[in-house]
């Protein structure tokens, strides 16, 4: 994401979406009765002297909506923003629906910027330059391809081997699993984006020296993980595990299910955690907040500067987790509020 234009009041902030991840950050941006400004198509206004009105073509215009409603959609990677146009060449007073998508420019105005959302923006900035992360998670019978985004996993795709035995060899039948594999694998690794290979027994080192020898550029960033389980469990267990960490933290993510699984560490042997909304606040407000954990669809429901200010005030660190993946689904069973401290209060 780039911001284009920065004033909080009245012009607003104007950003340029580059990739999907940026998105997610403007659904945990963008609320009810902000005003949003996009490029759009309507129909035009037209008047016919006929009994049945003709069927006007639609035509790019600039429009600002009062945004009544929002809705992100994780399978075509899109934000749809609905509202009653209050700025345009016409039709002011009635409902459009913003359809926003990567290389969409808008601007965002709002009464008061809170704390999170600022921050929420130049985290977007700089996580744009962080490569994601492409995961293939396999054994001798199915791989799995996942992609790592700011806002969770995404699984791409499933693939099987087709093999009827340990013994089996591919070119018998025609079949190349591995060739299969890197085939899906070359649209999505970009230049410098980490590709992670990993699950039980051998067929991960196999595959990466398939990778070699077949597409060098795919190999260049390459890193090979045992995980006692393959398909997205096997993931799962890797980023929990802590195993790769180095790569992991490449992507928020990564942060995020570290985070989340150091809290559950500590509160499973009642140890320097807290969580609750209640508990988690007199803990920022005593000073005692050493990082501080959010569900981002809390700091879509409320205001929670006050918490953010009392914990970076201490110079504690706060982590916005996503609800989109497993340690997101972990932090919000806990209220959506958790805190690893400092000492333990009362």
Known sequence: MRVLEQNRTPDGIIVQIETDDDIWHLFNVIETSDLVTASTTRREER????????????????????????????????????????????????????????????????????RTQLERLERAVKDTAKPRIVFVSLDQDEATIAVMRQYGLKEIANIRSMRSGKQYVEKENGNDYHGEI????????????????????????????????????????????????????????????????????????????????????????????????????????????????????KLRDGDYDRMVRDTESQKGNVVVVSEQHDAGKELGALGGFAALLRYKIP
């Open 182 to 297: 890197i085939e899906k694998l070359k649209p999505l690794v970009e230049e410098d984006m980490p590709l992670v290979l990993l699950g039980p027994g051998f067929e991960k080192e196999l595959l990466a020296d398939s990778v070699k020898q077949k597409d060098a550029a795919l190999s260049s960033n390459a890193y090979v993980y045992h995980t006692g389980q393959s398909g997205m469990q096997g993931i799962n267990e890797l980023m929990k595990k802590g195993i790769g960490t180095d790569v992991l933290r490449k992507s928020r993510v990564g942060i995020e299910m570290e985070a989340v699984e150091n809290l559950m560490e500590e509160i499973g042997k009642d140890g320097l955690a807290t969580y609750g909304t209640v508990e988690v606040s007199n803990a920022a407000a005593a000073g005692a907040v050493r990082t501080l954990l959010i569900l981002d669809s």
């Open 47 to 114: 008047i016919a002297d006929k009994i049945r009105a003709e069927r006007a073509e639609k035509r790019r215009m600039t429009l600002g909506i009062r945004v009544e409603k929002i809705e992100f959609s994780d399978s075509d990677l899109r934000l749809k923003i609905l509202g009653v146009i209050e700025n345009g060449p016409q039709d002011i007073g009635q409902h459009h629906t913003l359809i926003i998508e990567v290389g969409d420019r808008l601007t965002i105005q709002k009464t008061r910027w809170k």
